[in-house]
């Protein structure tokens, strides 16, 4: 993912008639952490609407609400189909980058490398693609020094069903991917930005143009955050088999 987050294990609770968000009086999440409410949530990870830490806009985007046709509050609460589980071992495998069954910080220092090196970055800019690598890898991790696939699948079912994300912390999420692609931040992605993407999660680079074509909605020849963030919320919040953004991250694993 990207630029590129249990005393209880708390996975969202659903009435058998209806469906409902994650209610205020259960822990709000981030990946390997609980919260017990937003703005203990926001004061901890410092994760929130604007963040000096971790949200801070690449030049060119814009910090303005999203134009989205879906928003996240519309999507049916993620039930964690076999499908949806498939998507999620996908974007696993591609973060761990040694294939050591683990997603570990050194996997994201392998990647940051292997994007630095495909580019011929130097100095500043090298440092400024490591470091944001590392810390995706730190909101993830939370205290974990590993992470295992079953891990990773039961804590994105749980954060992607959690009313906080849904309703608030969905934009800088967005974002934060948005911009680890956007490598020279002019607020667009560009083929070469996305080619740069997958190679350096050891996604052949020759996908990369059918998933560039997708997102590419008007056909301009760049991705906008508008045009990435629905492909964004339809990879991660949707469980159709059928659906044209199931391959964000190269084909789908075994």
């Not at 205020?24 to 830490?53: C, D, E």
């Not at 991790?141 to 608030?168: M, P, W």
């Not at 760049?222 to 963030?229: C, G, K, Q």
């Amino acid at each position: 993912m990207s630029r590129i987050i249990i005393p209880m294990r708390g996975i969202v609770r659903r009435q058998p008639a209806e469906r409902r968000l994650a209610t205020v009086f259960q822990p709000a999440r981030t990946f390997g952490k609980v919260i017990w409410n937003t703005r203990t949530w926001i004061t901890r990870t410092g994760f929130g609407l604007g963040s000096p830490r971790f949200s801070q806009p690449a030049r060119g985007v814009v910090n303005r609400p999203l134009r989205l046709k879906k928003m996240p509050t519309d999507y049916p609460l993620l039930t964690g189909s076999e499908h949806w589980r498939r998507k999620i071992r996908t974007v696993f495998q591609r973060m761990d980058a040694n294939a050591d069954g683990y997603m570990t910080k050194k996997d994201f220092v392998v990647t940051a490398q292997a994007l630095i090196d495909y580019l011929g970055l130097t100095g500043e800019r090298a440092e400024c693609i490591f470091n944001k690598r590392i810390r995706v890898w730190e909101e993830i991790a939370g205290d974990k020094t590993r992470i295992t696939v079953d891990e990773y699948c039961q804590d994105l079912l749980s954060y992607f069903n959690d009313r906080h994300f849904r309703e608030e912390s969905y934009h800088t999420l967005i974002c934060t991917e948005f911009n680890a692609i956007d490598i020279d931040g002019d607020g667009f992605i560009f083929k070469k930005d996305h080619d740069a993407y997958y190679y350096s999660l050891n996604i052949p680079t020759e996908y990369s143009k059918d998933v560039f074509d997708v997102m590419d909605t008007n056909r301009d020849g760049l991705v906008s955050i508008d045009e990435f963030a629905e492909g964004f919320l339809e990879f991660w919040m949707t469980e159709d088999p059928n659906n044209i953004y199931n391959q964000k991250y190269g084909p789908l694993a075994d």
